[in-house]
Structures are given as structure tokens and as C-alpha cells.
């Protein structure tokens, strides 16, 4: 057990280096004077203030939870590409309470947009789920189509309803329809002229970790975790001992749905002024949750670390383009290193039969 | 004249000597069997010579020359081939491709199949393998996947042939025909190395046996002037019974009732199983014999639920199960060691534990308002472990994956008898073990029956069927046959009634 965690932390430190290096390269051939200052910036631009810190950590929070969505799914065995529409609906969801439930007192409303995000997420990861364990549909295939069948519907509703002509985004959340900052406003900010600047971080990352631990519990402590992996690891001896795979899909389903769309709600509630496009885009956070949780080893815990460190790439990247790199070569740099980190099991393997051979 | 000699082989892994100062000399043209448990070291030893691992120490000589082989092509080059247990096969790929996959002829770029083919059909004819090379390899049996594998080694011109236990996946009359094919290989000059557990094979095949023991050479004998229990003594390292010893005991009441049972093949539609009736008793072991295939695993999945019956019912101590979940069978007293323990008897990547809980996790004597109770669970097995004597290298936490198979096997029976079953359902249970897992399975069987409960075995083997049953039921294409007393019956009229041959009206 304890060589399989150092195998683990040593394999992701490997990918991490080999992704970073080829980043560096592809850097190089574009601009060979400017790559290493834009790359040095990008390694430690995360990490330059408190408020650069808090703004890895926003940024850490809903592919967190997105990252937690495929984890989940993916230990009972399935595939969850769907996050990034359960991420949209639980957002949507989420800000039209926000908006419209202006009769609840503030406390409240956040809570019901929490759980109605949560609810819609898990609605719209029922349905690949019930398509897999009554009708043998693969889940692959049928959360590609909700994902798009998601955003065009989102889209179409978020025209007429809570819809703002000028940015054709969804209107402004009210500012107490947002999740409050617990005071860590005050921890992640720079001093700035006689006052601070603050970090948008909030109340998000907070639930984003208790969430986490939840599904570490949930996974590793519970009968129902259980049943879970088993049908994850071998569907036949789950059936043979009894365990109703069908529920148990189903039910995974709409939990990792129900993660995936409190990763919407918390994307949305951070008071940054973010708003929802109308504009029919696939959510970018339901794939990054997908190099997220493999990055992660689809450990829940270790999925917060996975989630804070692309956030810090993300942030950082984004420093490159003063340095004259143009945003898609930043993209292409990012997605390398993460390309990279996809690699992590298969080096994780190798890095196990090279330094521990395999008995008999 | 050896045609190849391993000197002195010495094998460690962390924390064991999988092979501990071994020579093993192969003559010219004779089968040379390589004996001993699970875990013994025949494997280790096998992959040394093949190539896969290398030795600590120990020297290879072939035809008296020294040679170094640091992988399976230096094997290759030096004519040494390997049909491993496993096949390595492409499974939409045709037999021809498959033999030419990594050797094939060219011209301009472009594969030219029929120099190929003929060398192939050649071969074929000359060995009497009479394989399709046209066939998909996914369309052909288990046997005919294996004569590729051996037509792969001819066609590399290897001379000398390593058999990993290949009789393990084979029906009797796959086995009666590759022990022919064997024979016939050697009198056209190649030299075999045989691996396997299963005694009466060397008898029949074997000139020389050389016999190891949890990594230790125990010696190499001539097979004609040997016996079996002397064979079986020197891999055990104890008298092993090959009887199995039975108190008599009078049947009780019927456990369980099978009528007018039909099942329908998921697949293809086909019947598979078709009207059969028969009962079970309390303190008798009935056998359901036949050749692998002739309905018997569809049988056992309508009566443990794992399939739906079509038409029919099956009663469980008067209550009628047909239709009921499989974990109601459980509750109800059906314990089930399933016919492949990788695909339904483990969930390997859970530690040894977990699986000794898999029938009970959720009995309150295990979870607690859904939480898991560890201290329960981890006592639990411990306990299982020692009564069972199940070997591991971790106790309770050891990943299930990396236990050997007998221990495997160990595990399922201790958890499937410590359910105290009134019905146990035992399919091929010693598959693929040694004769000391045998004796302690057949034995645990026997204690299962002298408390009460009434057994359904399901067996390949005649031995099996023959020493351990109380009544025998054959089974042919889908039908019973037979219903038998071990007592008046022959090998020979079993082989009829399995065959086809000969057959009598059953009635319950």
C-alpha cells in the first residue's frame, strides 16, 4: 500500500516534468528569446501573491468537482463524459434561482441554488444512466448527446428567460445570491495603493473539498461504496453476489450528475460577475474534469490537488500572452502538459514492473 | 546428448527463491515433463529458458554450447518455442495471419500470403492438426486455437516446444487428441517440455518427469518405471489420498427440486437446457457429468439465478425460486463456487477481505447504518483465512489478484461453506488445481454434505465424478441421460452416455 503511494506520487511527478518540458519546447520553437521568461512566469505566477493563490483556488473549484464527477463515475466502471452538461444545467439552474427566488432571504436562496443545481445535474445524468442499465446503451455515447442536447436547450431557455440583451449572457446575479467569502477575502488578497485587492475566492472551494472528503467516504467506508466499485471492478461477480447493477448504475449516475452540477452553481456564484453564455458552447470544465480525475488517479483526494494544479497552469498560462505568445499557442502549451498527465497510469505501470518485477 | 540443458538455475523475486540451484536436462526427441504445485517454480524456470526473466545465476547450453537468451527472441532464434496457457492470439485475425504474424513474407511491401498458406496447410497435413487457415480465430474452439498456437512454432521451425500447462482448457477428447499430436511431433524430432500438475498426463505421454517443489529441484525419474503416488509424494511432499474418504450417510429430505426446466441460449436462441427434472437430497452429492458444453453451466446459472429459466421451476426447500433475485437464493441457502472464479467467483482488485464479504457485507453483522464495520470484516477473514488455511502473502489485505489459483479457489469455498448452505453448487471446483488443493476441496465438499447440506457438483473430470459423487446425472445436449450410482457404473459406460452413445429414460 505504501509503495503503491509512492509509486503514484512519484509517476505524477514524472508526467508532470516530461509535460512541462515538452511545454517548454513548443514555447522555444515559437518565440526562442521570450520562452523562458513567459514559461518561468507561468510556473510561478499562481504562487507570486495571496491573491494569485485565492484565484488558483477559484479557479481550482468547479473542475474540482467535475474532476470528482468522472472519479466517481469512473469507479463504478463507467465513463462520465456527460459533466460538462450536467455542469451546464446545474449552472443554469443555479443562477435562474439566484435570479428569480428574490422572495427567499439570501441564505436560503444560495442553498436552494446549491440543490437545485445539484438536482438538475443529477436529472441530466439519470438518463445515460438508464440508458445503460435497461437498454445497453453505451454511456459514452449517450452523454455526448445529452452534452449537446443540454446546451442548445440551455441556451434556447436562457433566451427567454433570464436573458441580458447586451452581453447575451444571463443576467447579473444579484450580489446576495452569492456565495459568501468566509472571510477568505481577507486571506488571499495584495496590498494595493493605501488598500487591498481581494482574491474572488469564496465559500466554493470550501464545499468543493467537503465534497471530496464526501466521496472518499462514500467510496471507501460505505456498504453502498461497496456495491459500487464492485460493479466497477467485475459487473459479473457484483451480479453473482447479488448487487442490482442496474440501481447501482443509475444511482452513480446521478450522483456524479449531481456533483458535476454543484460544480455549475459554484462556477456561477462567485461574484465575479461571470455569467452564462447564450451562445450554445460546450462547457470546457466537464473535460477538464476529465484530465482532472485521471490526473488525480481517480482518488477523490487526490483530486483536489489535480484541480488546484491545472487551475495554476490555467492562471499562469494566461500570464504568457503579454510576453507576445498568442492565446492558442498558450492553449496548446497547457493542453500538452496535460496531454502529458494522461499518461500518469500507464507510467505508473512501467515505473512499477521497473523498480518492483513482478512475482511469478 | 541433451538438446538443451539449464545448469544450476537460481531465481530470486523479493522475498522468495522462486528457483533455488535447479538443473533440468532435455534429450532429443523425448517429452519431458516438468511437475510440481502451484507456485512450485515451473513457470520461473519456463520463462528463464524462454527468455522472460533472467537468472541470478545458472547457465543455459544447447547441443553443449553455451548460450544467452535475454529474450524471447534469442528463444526464438535458438529454436525454443512456447504455447503458453494464455494464448496469444488476435482474435479477428484468420489462423493463417496469426502464424505469420511477425515472420511474414514479403514482395514490393506487400504481403505475399500464398507461400505462406501452402507451408501452412503443409504443416497441418504432416501433423495431422487439420486446421481451417482460413477460419477466424474467433469462430474456433479453445482446442483449435491451441494447434494454432503449436502451428505457430512449426511454422518458426522451432525444435524444441514448451507446453504450459496445456491441457487446462482442453475436453477430454481435446486432451486424448493433443497427447496424439504430441507423440507425433517427437517422432518427427522435436523435444517437448511439458508442464502440468495432472499426473495420469505424464503417465500417458511423458518418457521423463522432473519434479520441483516450492522452488526446489525434488529429482528427475524415468515416467515408465514410476507410479503415480510416488509422482504424486514427490510434488506434495506428503502421501497424498487420491480416494476420497465418505462417511456413509442415508439421504434426508429433498433440498432441491429441478422440473421441466428449459433454458434458452442468450445467443443464439437455441434450447440448451431442455425439460430436465431431478431433485437433490440433504447429505447426498449428485454430479452432473458431461462433456464441457452440453448445458451444464446454463443449468447452473437458472438455479443460482445468474440467467433466467425460460419454462420450469426449481424448488428450494419447497419454495419456489424460479424466479426470485439471486440474493434471495442466498438468504435462502444457496451457496454457489462458480464455474470461472475470475469472471464470477473474485472481484480481484478487492483484497482478500472484501471478498470473503461479498454474500454478507450487508448484514448487519458488517455495516452499521451503511458504514462498513473494518474490524469485523478484517476478523472475519482472518478467521476464514486460518480455518481454510488460505495462503497470502498479506493475510486479509493481500489484493486477491496475487494469490496462486489454488488459493483462489480456497478462498471462494471458505466463504461459500461458511454460509452453512442447505444447497451447495459447486461447479468444476478443483479446475485447474494441484492434487493437494484437490484433496482439501474434495474433502471441505464432503464435510459440506456430512452437515446436511446437499451438494450439486458439476464436473469435467471423470475422476472427480467418479470418486466424490453420490449419484451421477449425465447431461447430453442439454438432456439427462443418465442417473447412475458411482457404485455400478464404468468409465467407459459414462463415456457412452456423454457421447451420445447410449442413453436411458430418466424419471424423478
Known sequence: ?360 | MYIVEMRNITKLFPGIIANDDITLQLRKGEIHALLGENGAGKSTLMSVLFGLYTAESGEIYKNEEKISITGPNDATRYGIGMVHQHFKLVHNFTVLENIVLGVETTKYGILSMDEARSRVVSLSEKYGLSVDPDALISNITVGMQQRVEILKMLYRENEILIFDEPTAVLTPQEIDELMSIMKELISEGKSILFITHKLDEIKRVADRCTVLRKGKLIGTVDVESTDVETLSEMMVGRKVSRVVEKPVIEPGDVVMAVRNLTVKSKAHHKTVVSNVSFNVRAGEIVCIAGIDGNGQSELVYAITGIEPADSGTVNLCGKDITHVPIRTRSKAGISHIPEDRHRHGLILDYSLAYNEILEKYYTPQFQNFGFLRFNEIYSYSDMLIEKYDIRSGEGSHTPTRSLSGGNQQKAIVARELDMNPKLLVAVQPTRGLDVGAIEYIHAQIVKARSSGAGVLLVSLELDEVMNVSDRILVMYEGEIVADVDPKNVTFAELGLYMSGAKRDEVVV
Not at chain 1, 25 to 46: H, K, N, Q
Not at chain 1, 127 to 143: C, D, F, M, Q
Not at chain 1, 334 to 351: D, P, R, W
Request: proline share 3%.
Open chain 1, 1 to 360: 500500500m505504501k509503495r503503491d503511494g509512492l509509486l503514484s506520487f512519484l509517476s505524477t511527478l514524472v508526467v508532470i516534468i516530461a509535460g512541462l518540458a515538452i511545454g517548454l519546447i513548443v514555447l522555444l520553437v515559437s518565440d526562442v528569446e521570450r520562452a523562458f521568461p513567459a514559461f518561468w512566469t507561468m510556473l510561478s505566477f499562481g504562487s507570486r501573491s495571496m491573491r494569485n493563490i485565492g484565484d488558483v483556488l477559484l479557479g481550482a473549484t468547479p473542475i474540482i468537482l467535475t474532476g470528482l464527477s468522472v472519479t466517481f463515475a469512473f469507479k463504478t466502471g463507467l465513463f462520465n463524459i456527460g459533466a460538462a452538461g450536467q455542469f451546464a444545467f446545474g449552472g443554469f439552474v443555479a443562477i435562474y434561482i439566484g435570479v428569480q427566488f428574490t422572495f427567499l432571504p439570501p441564505a436560503l436562496r444560495i442553498i436552494c441554488s446549491i440543490l437545485g443545481a445539484a438536482l438538475a445535474g443529477a436529472v441530466w445524468g439519470a438518463i445515460p444512466g438508464l440508458l445503460k442499465a435497461y437498454r445497453n446503451v453505451h454511456e459514452v455515447i449517450t452523454s455526448i448527446m445529452t452534452n449537446y442536447i443540454g446546451m442548445y436547450l440551455i441556451s434556447y431557455t436562457i433566451q427567454n428567460t433570464i436573458f441580458d440583451l447586451g452581453r447575451t449572457t444571463t443576467v447579473l446575479l444579484p450580489d446576495d445570491s452569492n456565495l459568501p467569502t468566509l472571510g477568505l477575502d481577507v486571506i488571499f488578497r495584495e496590498p494595493l495603493g493605501t488598500g487591498y485587492r481581494s482574491s474572488a475566492v469564496n465559500a466554493g472551494i470550501v464545499i468543493a473539498i467537503l465534497i471530496a472528503v464526501l466521496v472518499y467516504i462514500i467510496l471507501d467506508k460505505t456498504k453502498f461504496g461497496y456495491e459500487l466499485k464492485a460493479c466497477g471492478f467485475n459487473k459479473d461477480a457484483a451480479k453473482y453476489a447479488g448487487i442490482n447493477q442496474n440501481t447501482n448504475i443509475v444511482r452513480s449516475m446521478m450522483i456524479c450528475g449531481a456533483i458535476a452540477g454543484v460544480g455549475g452553481a459554484l462556477n456561477f456564484m462567485n461574484g465575479t460577475g461571470l455569467s452564462m453564455n447564450a451562445m450554445p458552447v460546450l462547457a470546457a470544465e466537464g473535460f477538464t474534469g476529465i484530465s482532472v480525475a485521471f490526473l488525480g488517479l481517480t482518488n477523490p483526494i487526490g483530486v483536489i490537488f489535480s484541480g488546484i494544479f491545472v487551475s495554476y497552469l490555467f492562471l499562469g498560462g494566461a500570464r504568457m500572452q503579454p510576453f507576445g505568445f498568442s492565446l492558442e499557442l498558450v492553449q496548446i502549451v497547457i493542453s500538452v502538459i496535460i496531454y502529458f498527465c494522461a499518461f500518469v497510469l500507464l507510467v505508473k505501470n512501467n515505473l512499477g514492473t521497473l523498480f518492483f518485477k513482478r512475482k511469478e
